[in-house]
């Protein structure tokens, strides 16, 4: 909502039909109206233009105003507040920001009654360990439960489907794997329902398992357990109620919450029971939508066809889509010229929970954007207009995960409760041990809340979990590559390194209390990857590299890393380019190097440069 959308409007003699009518430049204003404005609302990302237009000034004065303050800007470029701040003032006006308009905004407040609430489907995302049977689970439950009078229609790939058991619908999201399910909550759309994690019962819990625990545990979606490959004859369900029980999961019979349901995706046993379970925890969430509202929901998938252009697969929370609707979809726009569902008939309207794949758009969405419906088109069009203006100065902004930095200005301001932390580690005992150090911190009853703690290196999916959740990252003898590093940043995700266990838990605490010293921060300077090695009898190994990021230099402290992992720590021994000694190789050309004290290199593995710099830390 908007902090104050209608102030007083002291200047009242603007002539505008419409209060909203923004961004349109119109000059006819005389001077005389011009100096009754005293105070002008705007929203973030405003342009020269419209910036123009309320101060009922020419966008040329203001551009050359700019322009002697020593910035250069168009018509169109949008503005800081700052600069706003800067020209108001300049024309002794008082400019109000207010928050994203309420039309802009795609979601649409809930004012159904409780008589029009319908039951809807639930949305089921299924997640596992690569090759526990999640691609098999799905295709069986579509060959085998088509929606009825359905069977023998072409089936389309759009996303989604949805199947029909006793009479009722479930939809299943058709991309499997937590990777997707993050991704799309990163991006702010909560449209899973329910997860189901399959884990193969002669396999038992692995890496990607946990991992898709904790992503369904932080959304807090709730879980059923298929345990699955039933048919296999080393199968050992108990094993895997064993080991989802020692991540929490408790089986029912045993106690607990949580229903395992045996499968096999292969021979299609188990696949009703794990339906019917599905629709039971569905009953227990009571999801309900109301048919007769405005249509909303999220993106699934899109891309840009070559016949048909922009496609989008939407997914409906609720409302109704109807052939025609005019839609906004994050930042595109259209009127959906062709619906289908994912067995390839036109739709003539949709409600709740149903995938659709439509055309007409503008423009290609991303997997996790928002959409709605119009009346009118092109209300449509200027809300994603503006939707896309906006949306281009947030992303200069960006909205940070947690840092250490305004940790404590946080905690003192009531803002966090709990401090959601991943933890990466060398080896699992590590990640346990900072775990559980990280979790015995209490500072004025704020916690660090481990989300996930894991051996490895930090990856993608680590990241996609820290921003959906706004987490910091603590890697315990891990290095993270450069292109990760560019992603956490990207994404503002903080990755704090040790490799030292007290050390971390000290600067958390610190941090907490808001009494982080000056630190001396390494500055990565560079990465270079070992494509040969050789033994010299003298000098030991030596190895070939190519630096790929940034620089090496002679003096260089630097870290061997094999697969995310340091191996050594340490200084270079020596840095040639061809025969010669070399001070510093940069990125792109050839060198060679030895390790001091140090020959286990090996091909593939990649050496990582290092300086220290003192930060001051606020
Ligand atoms: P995903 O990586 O989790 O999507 O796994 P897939 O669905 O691709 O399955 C991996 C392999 O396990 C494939 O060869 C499947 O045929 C096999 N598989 C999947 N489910 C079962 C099952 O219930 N029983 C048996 N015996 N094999 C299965």
Redesign the pocket.
Known sequence: MPNKRKPANRNGNRGKKKPDNRGRNNYSQSSKKVNDIHEIEYTDGITVGELADKVGRQSSEIIKMLFLEGKMVTINSPLEDETVELICIGYDIEPIKVKEREEDSLEVENTSDEEKLEERPPVVTIM?H????????LDTIRRTKVAQGEAGGITQAIGAYQVQINGRKVTFLDT?GHEAFTAMRARGASVTDIAVI?VAADDGVMPQTREAVDHAKAANVPIIVAV??M??PDANPDRVKQEMADLGLMPEEWGGETIFVP????SGDGIDDLLETILTVADVKELKADPSQIATGSVIEAKLDKGRGPVATLLILNGTLHQGDPVVVGTSFGKIRKMIDENGHELKSAGPSSPVEIIGLNDVPEAGDMFRNYEDEKEARSVADRRKRRKIEADRRKTTSVTLEDLSAQIEAGEIKEIPVIIKADVQGSAEAVKSSMEKLDVSGVRVNVIHATAGAITESDIMLANASKAMIIGFNVRPDANIRKKAEEAGVEIRLHNIIYKATEEMELAMKGMLEPVYEEVVIGQAEIRETYKASKVGTIGGCMVTDGKLRSNSRIRLIREGIVIYTGRLGSLKRFKDDAREVLSGFECGITVENYNDIKVGDTIEAYEEQEVPVE
């Open positions: 596992g690569v090759d526990h049977g999640k691609t098999t689970l499997p399959v699955n490959k048919d296999k499968t096999s995706a292969k």
